[in-house]
């Protein structure tokens, strides 16, 4: 079956743009959950959404958001870029909650420049 | 707050001997999860074992094994007969359970070569 999906890989952009990411979780998975790493704060959890709703909220600026479709796809929005943004941001699904494990994308890599 | 410690940034081993990567966690919590993921070059994080705290027999994945150890607060991957493709970055993860707490706070990660 296919895995969870992530759009783009890769992403430039410039200081002050806004990005949006995708995420197509496994086929039946209703929980989403979005993670930013970077190499100085490691793995941080930004966002759990289940069934179009947003269970869960870490501790990112007002900037991050994200949103959950019937379908179960997600996207995570960030506004007005700052170069600390420059990540790999990966997404993460389950059937429900992640206690039993999740299965993670490969990431979209976004530079700030 | 849960905090979790890899107190190992790189560890090296030779090929098909015994590795174990450490981790400790600190919570208030009696129930909980906690997870060893995988990370290769590929990105993708691959889940490699899971515990439940309340479970006091220690979880098993053919090569990958765990010592859990609840009141210490440890919880340390052990792999056997390391092969090439162990290769990766090693991030222990807490999840507590109950309620909506359905994220996972992660180790900083051990990074693990596997020799020839």
């Known amino acids: 079956k296919a895995g969870v999906t992530q759009t783009p890989r890769y992403l430039i952009k410039t200081r002050g743009q806004q990005v949006t990411l995708s995420c197509s979780p496994i086929s039946g998975h209703r929980s989403v959950s979005w993670y930013q790493q970077t190499p100085g704060q490691g793995l941080q959890f930004l966002f759990e959404?289940?069934?179009?709703?947003?269970?869960n909220k870490g501790n990112f600026p007002g900037r991050f958001s994200g949103r959950q479709f019937s379908n179960s796809r997600s996207e995570m929005n960030v506004s007005t870029l700052e170069l600390g943004d420059s990540a790999l941001y990966l997404c993460?699904?389950?059937?429900?909650?992640?206690?039993?494990?999740?299965?993670f994308g490969s990431g979209t890599r976004l530079t700030v420049v | 707050a849960q905090t979790v410690t890899q107190s190992q940034p790189e560890m090296s081993v030779q090929e098909a001997e015994t590795v174990t990567l450490s981790c400790t966690y600190d919570?208030?919590?009696?129930?909980?999860?906690l997870f060893w993921y995988k990370q290769p070059p590929s990105r993708q994080m691959i889940l490699v074992i899971r515990q439940e705290a309340y479970k006091q027999q220690n979880a098993t994945e053919n090569r990958f094994s765990v010592n859990f150890q609840k009141a210490a607060k440890s919880f340390s991957l052990k792999i056997s007969d390391s092969q090439l493709g162990d290769t990766a970055m090693y991030f222990c993860a807490f999840m507590n359970s109950g309620g909506s707490n359905y994220k996972l706070t992660f180790g900083k990660g051990t990074l693990l070569t596997v020799n020839p």
């Open positions: 919570t208030s919590e009696n129930n909980y999860y």
């Open positions: 993460a699904s389950s059937w429900s909650g992640g206690e039993y494990g999740y299965t």
């Open positions: 959404y289940f069934s179009e709703t947003q269970r």
